[in-house]
């Protein structure tokens, strides 16, 4: 360490850290400086937002990782973002609803499909009876035990996580009894014609597990969200709403570090004491939120390891990590209009969940894709002429390991290659001979900004067994160390902007009850 | 729906007891899981390893050699220094540079250099960084004073943009360098001959005196030897030219045209501003797609008060900003026509930045009050970053007094 950085280290104490400026650690930073905690955003890049951000090469800023908010809405409907944001924070960021729910194209010969579904409950089911003639009443089934499913989680919340279990198996039988199941099994039960259920299903990459393997009720809760809401996504890319965030952080006193990683939680007889960061600071705090993955602080930053329970390593092990990222940032020459690109999302499938789920495992252009034109939701993301494309596709971590550094560019060009080459051939257009700019995201480039642990960008997989009712009910069961929440993608509630954008402002009011409790705050 | 004159659906998936026994079990059913799971910490992160590999935040070297190139250009060879914890060079893509950070009179200051070497030398366990020696440079100087055999040396990982990417850029690769700007497409035409990149280059090279010219004798024979890879025009500006089957002047459109395949080609200029400036005039008569133009970024602007837009009334005004940096909160001086960052770094706050010219975003930094003017043709900050007041310290300027809170460096 320098001189200058020897006198620049930070050596206050604060009432709560926040490790990570990801969606959860903003969110937490902002409920908890609001109600008057004096509040320490740590982060180890030098933006805030984790994978919620955006990057400049040449005339285009890209959107690096979202494609729609499903918990945004407009006036006339609000979802939990929306409230948040707008009445809590009292924060207004410019959001666009997307044109269409999406437009999904199955390549597999034997289950062709082609078509551009809309938001709306009613006219999805609409759409859906056109394209497959006697699947309404199963499919309008199927959305009842989603709204029974969505109004369950608004009475655990209100409940805390500790519900009465006679309104439970009265209110909401249908979220009860298919709880324990996947997807696959309630939809087969519900009578769901195939094809419907590949039309019905196309959002199942955002959760990144296979309908025989997710959990039921956390799909069918995000596919009614989407269709409830609509999709949102700010204006001037995820790097608009949580600068945005930034901003509200400091306006209510909160005080933000980027650069700064931190190294140690510091902890004695099971209770937080500080941290100490890669700056050499030193900070005094009994109450850490972290927007890193249990994976990492239980097995990398509490200090000493001896604090460590043995519990909470097993709960890691017992986990499967979720999805590494893979994204194809396209800057083109021509505009939407030219390229004859109409819609916003492209969900492109060679065959079933399963089919695409594997292909994640090898080392080669996977099966599944999910690509955005940005100018169709915003038309001047970039300049007349020019267009935004992004193709998002996912890999299990453990392929990239022995990729070697000298082989790593012509493997990523190559994989790029053949998605576009995939979007080109599904939807009869020519990309290639437009691209003006190209940036290619890795599960290595994700690790690289964020430090996500092997560059994950999905949190532990939603099985049945650890589905997010398990987790609800579990939540007191779920903490090891007095003073230490997560945030973030790797928290109760999963993955995704809307979850990981909720559970920061969860964590913070725990941990507001808690400092209330002990006369810290009022 | 009218769900109060509706006899509610009820799901039955295996049973109605089963169900609801299923459910009943959920949370001991995991509890019983997690106490079955292993007990043994995760130790490895082979993700983040690589990362590491490609993307150090620092590199710690060495000079193993110095070649003497022409008068005032030398090459500095660069070999990891394993005492310091860098035990292998990160590869790179041609064309790419390397931060450096020196501490120079007391002042901690970082200059970008590209590797003039090639990726595959980077394996081998050395990076070449080819340094021309600038009148008034305030890093060169000290270079020429200080580097010898053996000095140590940090360095950011690899960085940058200017490469060339097969799915963009056209096989056939035109290179306009002048001055010391050959080096990126040294490396870049190691990098072809190598065969690790399927390319054909020819480099217009502008010098303004034969004794100028970089890695002449080099490069006259690789483009024997290679002569379907590599094809190099030089291009002098000086009076009297004694080098055969050189042109003279500057590089016109008509030199542009006389060698290269111009509507087939991609081009990639890197070299002072005003060879850019003179360049892109001569290419806009063949009215290329943007595309097909890529240059390296400029680094520092010299002649800030003849760009656009800049309020020369301040051009001898030395303002005052408060600048947070950690737990430091000090007063400094700046002048109008130096940037944020050189203010910074004078101060010796150890500011973090790589590119020096506005591009990468590293140096980026809160601007809480007062007055920037940043150059609107190399503005490079993210809207939401513009609208909340973030910039870009290496290529914005002040024109009042400032307060700004600035990230500590890495």
Redesign the interface.
Same mark, same amino acid.
């Given at each position: 360490m320098?001189e200058?950085?020897a006198?620049? +280290?930070?050596?206050?104490s604060y009432d709560v850290v926040i490790i990570g400026a990801g969606n959860g650690g903003l969110t937490a930073a902002t409920t908890l400086a609001m109600n008057g905690a004096k509040v320490l955003l740590l982060e180890q890049h030098?933006?805030p937002g984790g994978f919620a951000s955006?990057?400049?090469? $040449?005339?285009f800023?890209f959107e690096t990782s979202l494609h729609e908010m499903d918990e945004f809405g407009p006036e006339s409907n609000q979802g939990a973002v929306k409230r948040l944001f707008e009445k809590r924070y009292n924060l207004n960021i410019d959001m666009v609803r997307v044109p269409e729910a999406y437009r999904l194209i199955i390549t597999d010969p034997e289950n062709k499909v082609d078509v551009t579904m809309p938001f709306g409950v009613e006219i999805f089911l609409d759409k859906l009876e056109e394209e497959v003639p006697g699947c309404r009443e199963s499919v309008q089934?199927f959305f009842?035990?989603a709204l029974e499913i969505r109004n369950a989680f608004q009475y655990f919340m209100k409940t805390r996580g500790r519900p009465d279990q006679q309104v439970l198996?009265k209110e909401y039988? %249908?979220f009860?009894? +298919?709880?324990?199941?996947t997807t696959q099994?309630?939809q087969d039960?519900?009578g769901i014609p195939k094809k419907a259920q590949d039309i019905l299903n196309a959002y199942w990459c955002y959760l990144g597990l296979p309908m025989n393997r997710v959990t039921f009720t956390l799909f069918a809760m995000m596919i009614f969200t989407y269709l409830d809401f609509g999709g949102y996504i700010p204006i %001037?890319?995820s @790097? $608009?709403f949580t600068? !945005?965030l930034?901003?509200k952080i400091r306006e209510f006193g909160g005080r933000i570090?980027?650069? /700064?990683k931190v190294e140690k939680i510091i902890v004695e007889n099971g209770k937080i004491l500080g941290i100490e960061t890669?700056?050499g600071d030193k900070i005094k705090t009994h109450n850490i939120i972290s927007n890193a993955s249990p994976?990492l602080v239980?097995?990398n930053l509490i200090y000493p390891?001896s604090e460590?329970p043995?519990?909470a390593?097993?709960?890691?092990?017992?986990r499967i990590h979720g999805l590494?990222g893979f994204v194809v940032y396209l800057g083109l020459?021509a505009s939407a209009d030219e390229l004859g690109l109409k819609e916003y999302s492209y969900f492109i499938m060679d065959g079933t969940s399963e089919k695409i789920y594997e292909s994640w495992s090898k080392l080669q252009t996977p099966a599944g894709q999910a690509t955005v034109c940005l100018n169709n939701a915003i038309p001047n993301c970039s300049l007349p002429g020019t267009s935004i494309l992004f193709i998002t596709t996912l890999f299990k971590?453990e392929v990239?390991?022995d990729?070697q550094?000298?082989d790593?560019?012509d493997l990523k %060009?190559k994989i790029?290659?053949g998605l576009?080459e995939q979007f080109e051939i599904a939807i009869g257009v020519s990309v290639?001979e @437009?691209?003006?700019?190209?940036e290619i995201a890795t599960?290595? /480039?994700f690790?690289?900004f964020t430090?996500t642990?092997? $560059?994950g960008i999905y949190g532990y997989e939603m099985e049945?067994?650890?589905?997010i009712? !398990?987790r609800f009910?579990?939540m007191e $069961?779920d903490k090891h160390i007095e003073g230490l929440e997560f945030a973030g993608g790797y928290g109760s509630r999963g993955h995704g902007y809307n979850s990981s954008i909720g559970s920061g402002n969860v964590a913070a009011l725990y941990t507001i009850a808690k400092l209330k409790k002990e006369g810290v705050l009022k | 729906?009218n769900e109060e004159n509706k006899e =509610?659906?009820?799901?039955?998936?295996k049973s109605?007891t089963k169900?609801?026994f299923?459910?009943t =079990?959920?949370?001991p059913?995991?509890?019983k899981?997690?106490?079955?799971?292993?007990?043994?910490?995760?130790?490895s992160? #082979?993700?983040?390893d690589?990362?590491r590999?490609?993307?150090p935040e620092r590199q710690y070297l060495k000079i193993s050699e110095i070649i003497d190139e022409t008068e005032s250009a030398k090459t500095f060879k660069l070999i990891p220094d394993p005492e310091l914890g860098t035990k292998g060079l990160?590869?790179f893509?041609a064309g790419q540079y390397l931060s450096l950070k020196e501490?120079v009179n007391g002042v901690?200051i970082t200059r970008p250099y590209s590797i003039s070497s090639s #990726?595959?030398e980077a394996?081998e366990g050395f990076y070449n960084l080819t340094i021309r020696k600038e009148e008034h440079g305030f890093l060169t100087n000290y270079i020429w004073d200080n580097w010898k055999v053996s000095t140590k040396v940090v360095s950011s990982g690899p960085e940058g943009?200017f490469y060339f990417?097969?799915?963009?850029d056209l096989k056939n690769v035109v290179g306009i360098a002048g001055g010391s700007g050959i080096t990126p497409f040294r490396s870049l035409a190691k990098a072809i001959i190598e065969g690790k990149i399927d390319a054909k280059l020819s480099i217009l090279y502008g010098s303004s005196e034969e004794d100028d010219i970089i890695f002449y004798e080099e490069f006259k024979k690789l483009e024997k030897e290679y002569p379907d890879k590599l094809k190099i025009i030089h291009v002098l500006s000086c009076d009297v030219v004694s080098l055969d089957g050189c042109e003279t002047g500057f590089i016109t459109a008509e030199i542009i045209e006389k060698y290269c395949d111009v509507k087939n080609s991609t081009f990639f200029i890197c070299g002072p501003q005003i060879m850019y400036d003179f360049v892109i005039k001569q290419l806009e008569r063949f009215e290329l #797609?943007?595309?097909r133009i890529r240059r390296e970024a400029f680094g520092e602007i010299k002649d800030i008060i003849n760009y656009p837009g800049f309020p020369k009334e301040v051009t001898e005004k030395t303002f005052k900003i408060k600048v947070q940096?950690?737990?430091?909160t000090k007063e400094i001086p700046a002048r109008a026509t130096e940037s944020v960052l050189v203010a910074l770094e004078r101060a010796?706050?150890?500011p973090?930045s790589k590119c020096r010219s506005g591009e990468c975003?590293?140096c980026?930094s809160l601007l809480i009050s007062g007055d920037i003017y940043v150059s609107p043709i190399s503005d490079?900050? =993210?809207?939401?970053?513009k609208?909340?007041n973030?910039f870009h310290p290496c290529y914005s300027y002040p024109i009042s007094d400032l307060e700004i809170k600035v990230?500590?460096?890495?």
């Open positions: 320098s200058q950085n006198e620049q +280290t930070i050596n206050d030098n933006l955006s990057f400049v090469r $040449g005339r800023e089934k009842d035990i198996f039988t %249908n009860l009894k +298919t709880a324990p199941y099994e309630v039960t519900l %001037n890319r @790097h $608009g600068t !945005a930034d901003a570090e980027y650069n /700064t890669s700056k994976t239980y097995n390891k460590v043995e519990i390593i097993k709960e890691v092990n017992a590494a020459d971590p990239w390991f990729v550094p000298e790593y560019v %060009n790029a290659k576009i290639k @437009h691209i003006e700019e190209i599960p290595v /480039t690790a690289r430090r642990y092997n $560059g049945p067994w650890d589905s009712i !398990a009910m579990s $069961g | 729906m =509610k659906f009820v799901i039955t998936v109605n169900d609801l299923a459910f =079990k959920l949370v059913n995991r509890r899981r997690f106490e079955k799971a292993s007990s043994e910490p995760i130790k992160d #082979p993700i983040n690589l990362a590999k490609l993307h990160a590869y893509r501490i901690e #990726p595959s394996l943009f990417d097969p799915l963009r #797609p943007q595309k940096i950690g737990n430091v010796n706050l150890a973090p975003g590293f980026r490079w900050r =993210k809207a939401a970053d609208k909340f973030y990230p500590r460096h890495l």
